[in-house]
């Protein structure tokens, strides 16, 4: 592994745990207040600031399936904003947002608040075409754009959705190639052609990483 992706991975892994630890007081908590400086790339507009940006993608090579973004988006002002669309500059990739469970609508930054996109539980942000539209080891622009503020870039470092990053990659994980369900062979003296005790259900069904 080259020097500059040695520094890429070890720059990413202490974003995910910034991640982590906002997870716990995304939405509804003042940003000024939380006192974090992350030592990792981040970027202020206006009243927005956006940081710990990842761009997931699958956890196995040569898997075609969707990436996620991730990230956690601040707003100091005094009204909420929506975040209308993301996009990835110089690629054909299409993302699409959805609200944390039980929301409805647009993904909505409140006033002096904050929300992680990305983990359980929380906004999403599909990239349907991920394995098209990036690279691992990349870093990635990524462009947010929200209803006050307009457009805020950030380059964002690209990995699989293993380890740290599991818990906020993509929720569909394709099996790996060269995978294929298998069944139990059958005990001696048996044909494994009848229904109930003799069938075997086949397994390694795709997997689902958790968010």
Same mark, same amino acid.
């Given at each position: 592994?080259?020097?500059?992706?040695?520094?890429?991975?070890?720059?990413?892994?202490?974003?995910?745990?910034?991640?982590?630890?906002?997870?716990?007081?995304?939405?509804?908590?003042?940003?000024?207040?939380?006192?974090?400086?992350?030592?990792?790339?981040?970027?202020?507009?206006?009243?927005?600031?956006?940081?710990?940006?990842?761009?997931?993608?699958?956890?196995?090579?040569?898997?075609?399936?969707?990436?996620?973004?991730?990230?956690?988006?601040?707003?100091?002002?005094?009204?909420?904003?929506?975040?209308?669309?993301?996009?990835?500059?110089?690629?054909?990739?299409?993302?699409?947002?959805?609200?944390?469970?039980?929301?409805?609508?647009?993904?909505?930054?409140? $006033?002096?608040?904050?929300?992680?996109?990305? =983990?359980? %539980?929380?906004?999403?942000?599909?990239? +349907?075409?991920?394995? /098209? @539209? &990036?690279?691992?080891?990349?870093?990635?622009?990524?462009?947010?754009?929200?209803?006050?503020?307009?457009?805020?870039?950030?380059?964002?470092?690209?990995?699989?959705?293993?380890?740290?990053?599991?818990?906020?990659?993509?929720?569909?994980?394709?099996?790996?190639?060269?995978?294929?369900?298998?069944? $139990?062979?059958?005990?001696?003296?048996?044909? =494994?052609? %009848?229904?109930?005790?003799?069938?075997? +259900?086949?397994?390694? /069904? @795709? &997997?689902?990483?958790?968010?």
């Amino acid at each position: 592994m080259s020097r500059s992706l040695r520094r890429g991975a070890l720059a990413a892994t202490a974003i995910v745990f910034s991640i982590a630890a906002l997870s716990a007081c995304a939405a509804g908590n003042d940003a000024q207040t939380l006192g974090i400086k992350p030592d990792n790339a981040a970027v202020t507009v206006d009243d927005v600031k956006i940081q710990n940006a990842l761009v997931i993608t699958q956890p196995h090579q040569g898997v075609k399936g969707p990436a996620a973004v991730s990230a956690t988006v601040f707003n100091n002002g005094s009204t909420p904003q929506t975040l209308d669309a993301i996009t990835l500059p110089g690629t054909t990739a299409t993302v699409k947002l959805t609200p944390a469970a039980g929301g409805a609508g647009p993904i909505t930054i409140p $006033s002096l608040g904050s929300v992680v996109i990305g =983990g359980k %539980g929380n906004a999403t942000a599909v990239i +349907e075409n991920g394995t /098209e @539209a &990036t690279k691992n080891g990349d870093a990635q622009r990524v462009v947010f754009k929200l209803s006050k503020t307009g457009d805020v870039g950030i380059s964002a470092f690209v990995v699989p959705s293993t380890s740290y990053f599991k818990e906020f990659g993509p929720s569909i994980v394709p099996a790996p190639p060269g995978s294929s369900p298998t069944a $139990s062979a059958p005990a001696e003296g048996e044909h =494994g052609s %009848g229904e109930g005790e003799h069938g075997a +259900e086949p397994s390694g /069904e @795709a &997997t689902t990483a958790g968010h």
